[in-house]
């Protein structure tokens, strides 16, 4: 079961167990891909000024690091392509920073390629990141 709390710009009349579908109206109409974001029934009113403490809104929070060097290369099995399952990344933290609250986060690469967090790297806020199954990164990505 997911939950959604949608915001408009204007109020959208919707009654209980309303069909509400979204669509990418910003994606382009000759291009042959599914424009829709997300559906689904409306199960329950929600009132922004008396409601607030029922729902934890949460606001995804990104940032961007750097690959200052890289594991030692391994063959994957299954496809045979050469992939690291260790990197090193910088940029990311300041030297400061406590990085006990990060090590077991998910980092996503560019290629979509996702990683964990495994510790704290030297003491210029460089750290581990291990990739379950594998990635081609490349220093400087």
């Known amino acids: 079961l997911h939950w959604a709390l949608l915001h ?12 509400v579908i979204g669509s990418r109206l910003d994606t382009d109409i000759n ?8 559906s689904g029934r409306l199960v329950e009113r929600y009132d922004p000024k008396t409601d607030a403490d029922r729902i934890r809104v949460y606001t ?9 060097r890289l594991g030692d290369p391994h063959r994957r099995e299954d496809d045979g392509k050469i992939v690291r399952y260790e990197v090193f990344g910088t940029d990311l933290f300041k030297k400061e920073t406590n990085m006990t609250t990060f090590v077991g986060m998910k980092l996503e690469t560019d290629k979509g390629d996702i990683g964990v967090i495994q510790s704290s790297f030297g003491t210029s806020g460089k750290f ?3 990739f379950p199954t594998g990635t081609d990164v490349r220093e400087g990505d």
């Open 128 to 130: 581990k990141v291990f």
């Open 31 to 38: 291009v042959n891909t599914c424009r829709l974001a997300f």
């Open 60 to 68: 995804k929070k990104e940032r961007s690091g750097v690959v200052c």
């Open 8 to 19: 408009f710009h204007t109020p959208v009349y919707c009654p209980l167990d309303s069909l």
